[in-house]
């Protein structure tokens, strides 16, 4: 008897959650991806519409079916769980709850969030912060995996380096429903070197451990590295390179994880991106 393993990149991109949870399931089967991550609200962070649990068990058939990775729901960007301002951290606090309640519908994937702006009040006072709403939050009979954003450093932002990350890891009760997703233009941005990937890697393993890592964002960046900047670009038109990104996603401690475009991109370009990357991943 012959066995074909058949080893294919798991790889998709941010859709518009705008006409429901199947309606993304079907536009990302047209496009080619096998995960893709949604906002679970207006970014802006108004008011979520009512989950319809038949459109949520109807994706969640799809994907069975068609063998999909994690899927990644993004918190409003909008969110500062490290705000000094009481007001703005409860908001945070409960659209996030709010989110997690909504993750129930679709079980077991994953849930990322940017840890939130300082704004002056200083690195460890935020972190704290961010530390104490993810200890009322979290609970241990979830099934959603919450993840931190690598963050490019702009402004006050926390996150801007894996020990910053793995700081707030360390406070949080329940770190076994936490984990970390890797942007690649921010972790570039930030100062990170994408070209020398394995040292970069080494340093990530030391300070959060790379069985943290469960997805990647796959973008471009349009500023040199260490640029602060937070400006994403086209596979192919920006400053970290083809070469480097191929060499992201064939990565043995990277390439089982569901790798997500944030390029600026329409539905056909991106189709386009997630053809050229599945051309230059090795089985
Ligand atoms: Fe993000
Ligand atoms: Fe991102
Ligand atoms: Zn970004």
Known sequence: MIFFIITSI?????LSSSKGFKAMGETALEIGADTFQFFTRNPRGSKAKDIDPQDAAELRKLLAEHHFAPLIAHAPY????ASADPKTREFALQTMQDDLVRMEYLPGNLYNFHPGS??????EKGTDLIISLLNEILTKDQTTTVLLETMAGKGSEIGRSFDELKR???GVKLNNKMGVCL??????????????LDGTLEEFDKQIG???????????SLNPRGAHKDRHAVIGGGQIGTDTLTRVINHPALKHLPFCLETPNDLAGYAKEIKLLRSLYRD
């Open 118 to 123: 300082h704004v002056g009040q200083g690195v």
């Open 78 to 81: 909008t969110l500062n769980p």
């Open 183 to 196: 942007d690649t233009c921010h972790v570039h941005d930030a100062g990170y070197s994408l070209a020398t």
């Open 210 to 220: 790379l069985t943290r890592l469960k997805a990647v964002h796959i973008n471009e």
């Open 10 to 14: 798991y790889i998709g991109c941010h």
């Open 168 to 170: 707030i890891l360390d």
